[in-house]
């Protein structure tokens, strides 16, 4: 049965508010206290300890809260999220497609695809400025279900917390990924609309073997896709931008 409005944005409302507060762990969270580091003068960073080769490390990688990270630009610092975060996302997602085309009656991949494209869309929007949850889910239905709606009418649902310990934190991040991805799961009617990967690699993705390297360059092609519209969602509605 479809879904109406109302159920989607009941389903975005809880992506957000499970979305919103991982973006800003991977942005703001330093529980070692290594992305101030990064500010200091070179001769206190060179990676001649652990802790000064993992300042070395985020420094390199331009991590959010690092000198690297103020150096950016806005678009770079989108890109960035697509970059670095997306990449990692997509291996996850293309996994399951290694084990062929049984991943069919069980579509995990799909769920973390969108899931995936959920947490990168929100993260670019951000970086413009996008931070309203009625925006923000008036974003999602419009970039990855082609559905116009609004959230004017929503009970917000409470937001995640995580906590501060280091090894606790990760678990609650990869949790709260599984989280998205099952609860899109309500969705499955609706996810064929989001970016998808062209025809052609879709159809390796169900081979035994080659389906994961196929699944990973299909999913950067769906993923690179879903940001693009975002970025264009953006430009078509100023008024959503927080200044």
């Known amino acids: 049965m479809a879904l109406n409005d109302a159920q989607i944005v009941t389903i975005l409302d ?24 990064t500010h200091a003068r070179l001769l206190d960073r060179l990676p001649l300890s652990p802790g000064n080769a993992a300042v070395a490390a985020l420094q390199a990688a331009d991590w959010p809260g690092t ?15 697509v970059d670095r975060i997306g990449a990692v996302n997509t291996v996850a997602v293309a996994f399951p497609s290694m084990f062929g085309a049984w991943t ?3 579509p995990i991949g799909a769920f973390l695809g969108a899931a995936s494209q959920a947490l990168m869309v929100l993260a670019v929007g951000r970086e413009y400025g996008v931070v309203d949850r009625a925006e923000q889910i008036a974003m999602l239905g419009s970039v990855l279900f082609g559905r116009e709606v609004s959230a004017a009418c929503a009970k917000p649902a409470v937001r995640q917390e995580f906590p501060e310990d280091g090894s606790a934190l990760a ?6 990924l599984w989280d998205i991805a099952w609860g899109l799961r309500s969705l499955d009617k609706a996810l064929g609309a989001r970016p998808q990967a062209p025809r052609l690699i879709s159809s390796l993705m169900w081979l035994p073997l080659v389906g994961g390297p196929a699944a990973y360059l299909g999913e950067r092609v769906a993923l690179c896709r879903a940001v693009g519209a975002s970025r264009q969602w953006i430009v078509d509605h100023r008024t959503a931008i927080d200044v």
């Open 14 to 37: 809880r992506t957000v508010a499970v979305a919103d507060p991982i973006l800003d762990v991977l942005a703001h969270s330093d529980p070692f206290d290594l992305k101030r580091r």
């Open 104 to 106: 069919r009656k069980v």
């Open 171 to 176: 678990k609650a991040v990869l949790k709260g």
């Open 67 to 81: 000198a690297g990270w103020d150096a950016l630009s806005m678009n770079q610092r989108a890109d960035w999220w």
